[in-house]
C-alpha cells in the first residue's frame, strides 16, 4: 500500500510540476503576486468554514450542549483536518485523531460515533452541495456532451443517497459488518465483543430517528461550510481581476469538490487540485492559468492551515502526557495505536 502512495504522490508531484511547465512560472508569480496582502482575507475567510463544520460535529454530538465545549472542538476539528490534509490516509487519520481528542471529554464509544455520525453528515450535505451546484456548470459548459457527464454525474449521486438512507433506515450496518468479519476470521481483536458493534449502529443510524433537528441542523452547518469555498473561489479571482459571477463560483467549487471526491486517496490533493482547476477553467470558457493559479492560492492557505491544526493538536499531545484532565483509563485509550480503536 506504502508503494502505491509513493507513486500516487510522486505522480501528482509530476503533474504539478507538469503544468507550472505549461503554464509559465512568471505567469503563475504574476497571478500570486496580485493576490499581495489579500492573502490575510484569503486565509481569514476559512476560519468560517471551520466554524461552520466545527457547529456541524456539535449537533452530531449527543446532548453535546454543556459537555464539550466549543472553543476546545474547534481546534480539535483543527487537529483532525491537519492530520487529514498531510496524511496518505484518503481522510481517516484524522477522524482517529477527532475521536481520540473528543473521548477526553466524553465517553469512547460516544466519541467514536459522534465522528462518524458527523462523517455522514458531512458527505451527505458534500452530495448536496454537489447537486445544487451541477446546475450552474451544466448550463456554463462549453458543448452539450459536457452537460450531459454532469447530469449523469448527479444522478449517480443522488443513487448513493438512496443506497445511505436504506443503510440508515436499516440501521444495522455496523453489525452486518461485524458478521461478515466474524465468518472471515477478520480483525479478531475489533469483532470480540458484538455489543459494541450493535451499539454504534444504535449511536449512528439510530440518532437519525432519536434526534433528527439535530442532525438536519447539522448537515445545513456542514452545507455552509462547503458553500465557503466558493466564496473563497471569488474572493481569489477578485484579486486575479478576473470578473466572474456567484453561479460561476459556485460551479467552480461544485465541481472542484466532486474530482477531489474521484482523487480522495491522493495524498494533500497533489497535482489535482490546481489541475483540475485548470480543466474546470477550460470547460468553463475562462483562463485556465488563473485557475491553476487558483488551486496554488488555495494550496497556499491549506498549508497555512495545516500548520494551525499541528500546534492544536501539539498543544493536546503536550497536555495528554502531563495527564491534565485525563483520568487513569482515558489516558491508556489515547496512547493505543490507531488500530486498536473501533472502526
Not at 509530476?14 to 504574476?30: D, K, T
Not at 500570486?32 to 492573502?39: D, P
Not at 456539535?58 to 483543527?78: D, S
Request: proline share 4%.
Amino acid at each position: 500500500m506504502k508503494v502505491f502512495e509513493r507513486f500516487i504522490f510522486v505522480a501528482g508531484l509530476a503533474i504539478f510540476s507538469g503544468f507550472v511547465y505549461l503554464i509559465g512560472p512568471g505567469s503563475l508569480l504574476h497571478d500570486l503576486a496580485l493576490v499581495g496582502v489579500g492573502f490575510v482575507i484569503v486565509f481569514g475567510q476559512e476560519s468560517l468554514a471551520i466554524l461552520f463544520n466545527t457547529l456541524g460535529w456539535h449537533y452530531a454530538i449527543p446532548h453535546a450542549r454543556g459537555r464539550v465545549a466549543f472553543g476546545p472542538l474547534f481546534a480539535m476539528r483543527m487537529a483532525g483536518d491537519a492530520i487529514n490534509y498531510a496524511t496518505p490516509s484518503a481522510s481517516i487519520g484524522g477522524e482517529f485523531v477527532k475521536a481520540r481528542l473528543l473521548h477526553r471529554k466524553i465517553p469512547l464509544l460516544e466519541a467514536v460515533s459522534s465522528v462518524s455520525l458527523a462523517a455522514i453528515n458531512q458527505f451527505l450535505s458534500e452530495i448536496i452541495f454537489i447537486l445544487a451546484t451541477i446546475p450552474f456548470f451544466a448550463t456554463q459548459a462549453l458543448t452539450p456532451a459536457i452537460a450531459n457527464i454532469t447530469y449523469a454525474a448527479s444522478g449517480l449521486i443522488v443513487l448513493i443517497c438512496v443506497v445511505l438512507f436504506y443503510l440508515a433506515w436499516r440501521r444495522n450496518l455496523f453489525q452486518q459488518a461485524h458478521a461478515f468479519l466474524v465468518r472471515r476470521g477478520w480483525f479478531r481483536q475489533w469483532t470480540e465483543k458484538e455489543d459494541v458493534w450493535r451499539k454504534l449502529d444504535e449511536n449512528i443510524f439510530g440518532s437519525f430517528w432519536r434526534h433528527p433537528r439535530d442532525n438536519a441542523v447539522s448537515v445545513l452547518f456542514f452545507t455552509l461550510g462547503w458553500a465557503m469555498g466558493a466564496v473563497e473561489v471569488y474572493l481569489i479571482l477578485y484579486f486575479f481581476q478576473v470578473s466572474i459571477g456567484w453561479g460561476t463560483a459556485f460551479a467552480i467549487e461544485g465541481f472542484s469538490i466532486l474530482i477531489d471526491m474521484c482523487f480522495f486517496y491522493v495524498p494533500a490533493k497533489i497535482g489535482t487540485q490546481e489541475g483540475g482547476k485548470y480543466i474546470i477553467f477550460l470547460l468553463l470558457g475562462l483562463n485556465p492559468e488563473s485557475g491553476f493559479a487558483l488551486g496554488v492560492v488555495r494550496r497556499l492557505r491549506e498549508i497555512a492551515w495545516t500548520l494551525l491544526g499541528f500546534l492544536a493538536f501539539g498543544y493536546y499531545q503536550y497536555m495528554g502526557h502531563r495527564g491534565d484532565t485525563l483520568d487513569p483509563a482515558a489516558r491508556r485509550v489515547l496512547t493505543r495505536p490507531s488500530g486498536d480503536l473501533p472502526p
